[in-house]
């Protein structure tokens, strides 16, 4: 029998991994950038359940692909949020809260004005056996209108009643290459 695993944070590298009673489990990413190495990708998470990946983060491939610097390392390649369709800057996150409880796991995060400078982005995952709970704050010290998209990767097919209409992305940050 497999042991339960508990919630843990990793303190030095900058993961929060919430984990359920069942085989659910988000790893949320706020801390150091990482160097070269670094991804612009602040408060991202990557999901893991029922046997594979669901939230995945598609900015991992071999260095010597082609869309390597226009695609991994952008934000827009990661769950998290992107403003104004700009790559966020290289920074470190800050754990605001770490908290299990018998029926979840609650982490929150925030990156400063370091990713986009003038904005604070925070994010708050409670995460149950039942449901995780998603909640993202952006602030702006000029309090100006801002495009805010919030991103999330899944394997699978987009399957909806609800009218859709063409939308015109940005050609640069990653968004080219969606």
């Known amino acids: 029998e497999a042991a339960q695993l508990q919630s843990t944070v990793f303190e030095d590298s900058g993961y929060?991994?919430?984990?359920?009673?069942?085989d659910h489990t988000l790893t949320l990413k706020y801390g150091p950038?990482?160097?070269g190495h670094g991804h612009n990708d602040k408060l991202n998470f990557v999901?893991?359940?029922f046997g594979g990946i669901l939230g995945?983060?598609?900015g991992t491939q071999a260095y010597s692909a082609p869309t390597h610097a226009t695609w991994d390392k952008s934000t827009?390649?990661?769950?998290?949020v992107v403003l104004d369709e700009r790559n966020q800057g290289e920074s470190t996150?800050?754990?605001m809260l770490s908290k299990t409880t018998d029926g979840a796991s609650i982490a929150r995060a925030q990156t400063g004005d370091t990713a986009y400078r003038g904005a604070t982005l925070e994010?708050?995952?409670i995460h149950t056996a039942e449901y995780s709970l998603?909640?993202?704050d952006v602030r702006t010290a000029d309090n100006q209108p801002r495009q805010i998209d919030w991103i999330y990767h899944n394997d699978g097919a987009v399957q909806t009643d609800l009218g859709l209409a063409p939308v015109t992305l940005a050609r640069q940050n990653g968004y080219q290459h969606l």
């Open 76 to 80: 827009v390649a990661h769950n998290t």
């Open 33 to 35: 950038h990482g160097g």
């Open 134 to 136: 998603d909640v993202f």
């Open 93 to 95: 996150g800050k754990l």
């Open 56 to 58: 995945v983060d598609p």
């Open 123 to 125: 994010r708050t995952i």
């Open 16 to 22: 929060a991994v919430l984990r359920s009673s069942t």
């Open 47 to 49: 999901s893991y359940g």
